[in-house]
């Protein structure tokens, strides 16, 4: 098929990745974070891992996952409650931190793993996911998702690591400990309240 052709698809799908990848959410909210209290390069190593789990759930809901938690409702129940738990963690871990700015062992970051295990457990890739299938691919035309998920796969990786970058940002100009232990706070409590979006949706 013709670049031509492609063109008009393409651009909206696009317009959707960059919306639903850089929009705040969970993932986001620890990229920030990442930025702001490791190297730079371990919050990449968190991102790569939270695109490369957002494009195999895509591809899954694609497949027919999303209409599987119709019929296995145990299955939606797990994926809430472990959502939940795993968010109120992080959270946890945010209100840990004193507010000092030097950077913490890269040991103690989340790395690849917790990054494409979140993105199962995040509320907002599932449904970024089954409405951005829903609204732009055809069953009839196979292709169509694995176009969508060849853009999504550079505009979330890109989108991610630009909430890193702030963080980093954010640390290296922010000298006043309490300053960034007034961000962290924020930070737990806006992941808290994604918690709570995940027990009570």
């Not at 129940?77 to 950077?103: I, K, M, P, V």
């Not at 292709?143 to 970058?165: E, K, M, N």
């Not at 640390?171 to 737990?188: D, E, G, Q, S, V």
């Amino acid at each position: 098929m013709s670049t031509s052709l492609l063109l008009p698809i393409m651009l909206p799908m696009s317009a959707f990745a960059l919306a639903a990848s850089i929009s705040p959410g969970p993932v986001n909210i620890v990229c920030l974070s990442s930025g702001t209290h490791y190297p730079i390069a371990q919050g990449l190593n968190f991102v790569t891992g939270a695109t490369l789990g957002f494009i195999a759930l895509f591809l899954c809901i694609g497949a027919g996952l999303y209409s599987l938690l119709n019929v296995l409702p145990l299955l939606e129940a797990f994926l809430r409650w472990a959502g939940l738990l795993f968010l109120l963690y992080l959270s946890y871990q945010l209100l840990q931190h004193d507010g000092r700015l030097q950077e913490r062992s890269a040991d103690n970051a989340p790395g690849f793993i917790a990054g494409a295990v979140m993105q199962w457990l995040n509320p907002k890739a599932w449904l970024a996911s089954a409405a951005g299938i829903a609204a732009y691919t055809s069953g009839s035309e196979p292709y169509q998702l694995w176009l969508f998920a060849a853009l999504y796969l550079p505009i979330c990786w890109l989108s991610l690591a630009s909430w890193v970058y702030a963080g980093a940002f954010l640390k290296r100009y922010i000298h006043r400990p309490f300053i960034l232990l007034t961000t962290n706070r924020i930070l737990a409590g806006c992941l808290a309240a994604s918690a709570l979006f995940l027990l009570f949706n």
